[in-house]
């Protein structure tokens, strides 16, 4: 690690400078609303704009790893939001509605699922910075996965971000909301949780998922 510049207090390793890099990029985006160049990072650091690209390699790049590292808050009011939900498919249906409705009032996910500069992220679901992010919500979600039959998260994620993803970039005319968002997504989205968890019951009981009782 280069250690010239920094304002002549250079990190003691990487992690350190990352650090430092994705909380003078906070402090920039609180101040501009995420419009921002490498050069003023690289300026309010103290460093060249070579030193800030070693890390990130574009300023979408920094804005993405900036806004991940903010979204805990987020996460802490979903998953209080979704303590009393066991059930898989009611738990991602609303998961999605809360993320949609939650959008507007919180900075840092706005900065992540919206289309503009970090649009980057959300063109790209399947990056594993997306599925990393879409997981650490399904973990907290109060539902034992591996019971309910669904072994693939990262399947389940990218699923998810896609519906996000969808809505976000055309929200319908007019946008659904309240009830009606969630009656939709309870008709096209849940029917594949509640598939998934009625296969793994057969299984348990040793009867092919095929299998149908007589009439």
């Known amino acids: 690690m280069r250690t010239h510049g920094w304002s002549g207090a250079a990190p003691a390793d990487d992690d ?27 300026r309010d650091l103290g460093v060249t704009r070579q030193t800030v690209y070693r890390y990130f390699p574009s300023a979408d790049a920094l804005v993405t790893a900036t806004a991940v ?12 939001h979704l303590s009393g939900v066991r059930d898989p498919a009611t738990a991602v249906v609303e998961g999605i509605a809360h993320t949609l409705e939650r959008l507007p009032h919180e900075k ?3 900065l992540l699922l919206t289309p503009g500069r970090a649009g980057a992220f959300s063109a790209g679901v399947t990056s594993d910075t997306a599925l990393a992010f879409g997981r650490s919500i399904l973990q ?14 990262d399947e389940l994620v ?14 319908g005319r007019p946008p659904r909301t309240g009830r009606e968002l969630r009656d939709y ?23 092919s998922p095929r299998t149908t009782a007589p009439s």
């Open 16 to 42: 350190e400078a990352i650090a430092r890099i994705l909380a003078a990029a906070r402090t920039v985006i609180d101040r501009t609303a995420g419009e921002f160049t490498i050069a003023e990072i690289a």
């Open 69 to 80: 590292a903010q979204t805990g808050h987020f996460l802490d009011v979903l998953a209080e």
């Open 108 to 110: 840092y996910l706005n």
């Open 140 to 153: 907290r979600f109060p539902v034992d996965w591996a019971a309910a039959g669904i072994t693939d998260l």
């Open 158 to 171: 990218e699923h998810m971000l896609r519906i996000v993803q969808s809505f976000v970039i055309d929200p």
């Open 185 to 207: 997504l309870t008709t096209w989205v849940a029917p594949a949780l509640s598939a998934a968890t009625r296969t793994a019951g057969d299984r348990g009981r040793g009867r």
